[in-house]
């Protein structure tokens, strides 16, 4: 959210307006409606000036009724002629109204809001009404539209004019927020002073902020509505890399650890080399070397390393862990589950145990025994590696000498995560940030623009394409018929039950009840497995080591080996009811295979039930690039949901769109870097507007610190 008031003046004795007014002073709210528009996060008159609107209809030429066509979206104008109410079903009351123009008719229908049906019988006028066009019995309707009335007022102000339509909460009509907005403009913009200095605007060709907000509101033409949309997406992206770079230059200063491991007697990477099952790729070595040096460096490492599925994340965690503990630190490694720390903790404890470097595992589930003995491992020093999840930065956990600390998983975790595991540390320790999928550029450069990169870009030689099938569910016998051949020749498969809830009871019951089918009556002769979440760690390790050695041909398995499992052999995954999962995580569960020079199959079995689904499943059968899948992703999803707003406290803008701005958020990059080396602090006097900004968004602060 925009925050003016470190801007303008705000004091009332001193001014007799400001800008951080109370919304409900102003003329047409009052103390009723102000809630209302404080749950569209709108509580003064900065707020109101910066609700932009979220679509504009186009009011000098709204088309004839007659002319709409199905699958289209339009709005449309009209007299009502007649309202009608039914109840269907269980208690669905479904509303129907009608307009019409000298050309036609369409019919409007709401579900389940009987209130409409009270208004629309109270009213005798023309409406406005906007939706997509739907093929009915009798000609077009709109199903579910947005609508308003029209009044004389409403007539003398919007006709003929490009009308903004506003994101609403309930009670508040377009017509109130648009007068708002208006007194707004006319009242409230003088006081409006512009941040942005000359030179910026000039460089960024960027029109000036007052006319910006009055065009956004009330524009005269198309061209100056996207003028002005540039120049409030440029501000949204400014101010957070401003932060974010500012907190990266900082960073660079601090006094960190310099690890000494130029003083090893054997290089890290010739002793991970030794303990691997496998020769690391070029891009590993790259990306480790980068590592290492940030590690030499004194001051603290900020690292966020990404990678396609099966690039070897986790061989690179480990050899950075390898070289803290041969320095004398510890390190520490949080994942955001549970069965993902748990995994990590079976292959890191099998890699490490051998070489007399002890791992402990800390998460919520363990026994007070088990969890207070882990605690103290870590707090004396006996354990020289902590993996586990949230439960590492609860108060009460310490360590003894902690020099590294790695997040999986990123995007579960936001700054104040990371910045509450670094305050574990005997001093600032390195930070590593890691995620088994590729990010999307544009989250990359907001919500970890304050980390360096570091991109593992090279699958392991010889690995083939895998081939991506979505079939029916209708078709499932054939697919197991299919299958039935390849296990025969001797390959193994992975079938993944899908995520029916949040409860991992329930995930179990539904491995358990395909378990049982397949073993008992699709594949009677072959040896079958079950690895669920509610297992023991002890029982998990045993069941994925029998996989492994092959003594088990087919494994049914929850979501536990979305990450983590390595098993060149198995060549097979079937999904089922693929329509239940995420596209990242269909894309991870397809990573569980193609570890070989064998061919590898990854069939989805699914009815596609809605076009979301359907998009995710075409995406995958698409592509096996990681990067193109982030993307697409990003476009299904929003980088909100992608990336953590919650958490992060980074995506809150007020008009820039990730999918959409993702041009405009590199120039604001580089007008942020540009910026800083001629005023790393923001102290010129000419800056001071800008600093303001910057620490006046939310989740700025976290990042930046001024002295």
Aim: proline share 5%; hydrophobic share 40%; aromatic share 6%.
């Amino acid at each position: 959210m925009v925050n003016l008031g470190n801007t303008f003046m705000s004091a009332q004795t001193f001014a007799p307006r400001s800008l951080e007014t109370e919304i409900q002073f102003l003329k047409g709210i009052g103390p009723r409606l102000a809630p209302l528009f404080g749950k569209l996060g709108v509580k003064t008159v900065a707020d109101l000036l910066f609700h932009v609107p979220r679509r504009y209809e186009d009011r000098r030429n709204i088309p004839p009724i007659r002319s709409v066509r199905p699958g289209q979206h339009a709005t449309v104008r009209g007299e009502l002629i007649e309202v009608s109410s039914a109840t269907k079903g269980r208690g669905m009351v479904i509303i129907k109204a009608t307009i019409a123009d000298e050309s036609g008719q369409i019919n409007l229908t709401w579900f389940n809001q009987p209130w409409i049906g009270k208004k629309l019988r109270e009213y005798k006028g023309e409406i406005l009404a906007y939706g997509m066009v739907k093929e009915a019995h009798y000609g077009c309707e709109i199903s579910s539209p947005e609508w308003e009335t029209v009044g004389e007022e409403e007539e003398a102000e919007e006709f003929g004019k490009i009308v903004p339509v506003y994101a609403l909460s309930e009670g508040i009509p377009q017509k109130t927020i648009r007068r708002a907005v208006r007194f707004a403009l006319d009242q409230y913009l003088p006081l409006v002073r512009d941040p942005l200095t000359p030179p910026i605007l000039k460089a960024q060709m960027l029109r000036p902020l007052r006319w910006s907000i009055t065009q956004i509101h009330r524009p005269e033409s198309d061209e100056f509505r996207a003028q002005a949309r540039q120049r409030l997406v440029f501000e949204d992206f400014f101010y957070m890399q401003l932060a974010l770079q500012m907190r990266r230059l900082q960073s660079h200063q601090e006094e960190g650890i310099g690890f000494p491991l130029a003083a090893l007697d054997v290089p890290v990477l010739q002793e991970i080399e030794g303990m691997l099952p496998f020769d690391m790729t070029g891009a590993q070595k790259r990306v480790l070397g980068e590592i290492l040096r940030d590690m030499e460096s004194p001051h603290p490492m900020n690292r966020l390393v990404q990678g396609d599925v099966g690039s070897g994340k986790t061989a690179i965690a480990a050899a950075a862990m390898l070289a803290a503990v041969r320095c004398g630190y510890q390190a520490a490694l949080m994942a955001p589950t549970e069965i993902l720390a748990e995994q990590h903790y079976i292959n890191l404890h099998r890699l490490f145990d051998p070489h007399g470097i002890k791992t402990v595992l800390m998460v919520g589930k363990l026994s007070t025994k088990d969890k207070r003995k882990a605690i103290d491992e870590a707090a004396t020093g006996t354990a020289q590696i902590a993996i586990g999840t949230h439960a590492l930065i609860q108060q009460g956990v310490s360590f003894h000498r902690l020099g590294l600390a790695i997040v999986d998983e990123q995007h579960r975790f936001g700054v104040m995560q990371r910045a509450a595991l670094r305050q574990k540390g005997l001093t600032t320790p390195d930070v590593v940030v890691m995620t088994a999928t590729p990010i999307p550029r544009t989250l990359t450069m907001t919500v970890f623009g304050d980390l360096d990169l570091s991109v593992i870009d090279e699958l392991p030689p010889g690995r083939k394409s895998i081939k991506t099938h979505w079939k029916q569910a209708n078709e499932r016998g054939a697919i197991y018929s299919s299958i039935r051949s390849l296990i025969a020749e001797g390959q193994q498969a992975y079938f993944v039950c899908p995520m029916i809830s949040e409860s991992e009871k329930m995930q179990t019951q539904a491995a358990e009840d395909l378990f049982y089918r397949l073993s008992s009556i699709q594949y009677p002769g072959f040896r079958v497995g079950l690895l669920h979440g509610q297992m023991k760690p002890t029982e998990k390790e045993a069941t994925m080591e029998a996989f492994r050695r092959h003594e088990l041909d087919i494994l049914v398995s929850t979501v536990v080996i979305e990450v983590g499992v390595d098993v060149p052999n198995a060549g097979i995954m079937v999904i089922e009811d693929a329509h239940r999962f995420g596209l990242t995580q269909l894309h991870q569960l397809r990573g569980r295979v193609g570890r070989s020079s064998q061919q590898s199959f990854c069939v989805l079995i699914s009815d596609g039930r809605n076009e979301e689904a359907r998009g995710r499943l075409e995406a995958l059968v698409a592509t096996n690039d990681g990067f193109r899948i982030a993307e697409t992703d990003l476009r299904l999803r929003g980088p909100g949901e992608i990336a953590g707003t919650k958490q992060s406290g980074n995506l809150d803008f007020k008009v820039a769109d990730l999918v959409q701005d993702g041009k405009m958020l590199e120039v604001a990059r580089q007008a942020a870097i540009d910026l800083l080396k001629s005023d790393p602090n923001l102290e010129l006097p000419e800056h001071a507007a800008i600093l303001d900004r910057v620490l006046g968004q939310k989740g700025n602060r976290a990042l930046v610190t001024v002295s």
